[in-house]
């Protein structure tokens, strides 16, 4: 569906079902990453096995220094608050999701599902 303002008021959230790749900058904002690890020159590959050993992040591609958000059992992103599905670290979420859905594969579509 073409996006417009307004439209995730109604909206379950779908996009946030869809994986999310993080890179590091990202998970320094959310607090995922301590910024004086990256400083302490701390080899990205540690970092993601770290990340993905407590469950923060499903997958990691050193290629593209990608991080693969975890999800939950149903698909959801893990920040994704159940009930109200909003995002519960909006003011910190990747930039990927802040870009949605102005950059993608359709810009200004999205897969909207009217809750
Ligand atoms: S799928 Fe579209 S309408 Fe739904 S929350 Fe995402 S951007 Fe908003
Ligand atoms: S971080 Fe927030 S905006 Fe991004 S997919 Fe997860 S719940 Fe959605």
Redesign the pocket.
């Known amino acids: ?1 073409r ?1 417009r303002k307004g ?2 008021d ?7 079902s869809l994986p999310v790749e993080a890179v590091l900058s990202d998970l320094v904002r959310m607090e995922l990453v301590d910024p004086f690890e990256i400083e302490a020159g701390t080899d990205e590959r540690a970092i993601a096995k770290q990340l993905k050993r407590t469950h923060i992040i499903d997958h990691y591609n050193a290629k593209s220094g990608k991080f693969t958000l975890a999800r939950r059992a149903n698909g959801d992103c893990a920040y994704l608050e159940q009930q109200t ?1 909003r995002c519960t670290i909006y003011e910190k979420r990747p930039t990927v999701c802040r870009n ?2 102005q950059i993608g594969p359709r810009p200004n579509h ?4 009217e809750k």
């Open positions: 569906m996006y439209l995730c109604t909206c379950v959230g779908s996009c946030c599905r949605h859905p999205c897969a909207y599902i």
